[in-house]
């Protein structure tokens, strides 16, 4: 089963993978998820937004985000109750 209902038009699927977790290449072409309109509507939830997954959803591996976090560790150092959801949005806008 696969819930994409909070899934707009333009917006990312991270993907796992237990092969490579530090892969070189972490944004996938939408070819790769052509298929996914064959899924049973039953077994999948989407948005109705999304007409077409494969021209409208970005695929990424979720190293990315990782290793956005790494990179970026000064300003998770920084985090406090009050301001953390202000710092993972700011972090993550060009990744999510």
Known sequence: MSDLS?????GSIFVVTSVDDMPTKTQYS???????????????TINSTVTEPAEYLKIKHI????????????????????????????ETKNII
């Open 6 to 10: 909070d899934v707009e038009k333009g």
């Open 30 to 44: 939408p070819s790769g998820v052509e298929n996914i309109a064959q899924v049973s509507k039953r077994k999948m």
């Open 63 to 90: 190293y990315q985000l990782q290793q956005n976090i790494i990179n970026n560790d000064d300003a998770f150092l920084q985090v406090t109750m009050s301001n953390i959801s202000d710092v993972i949005k700011n």
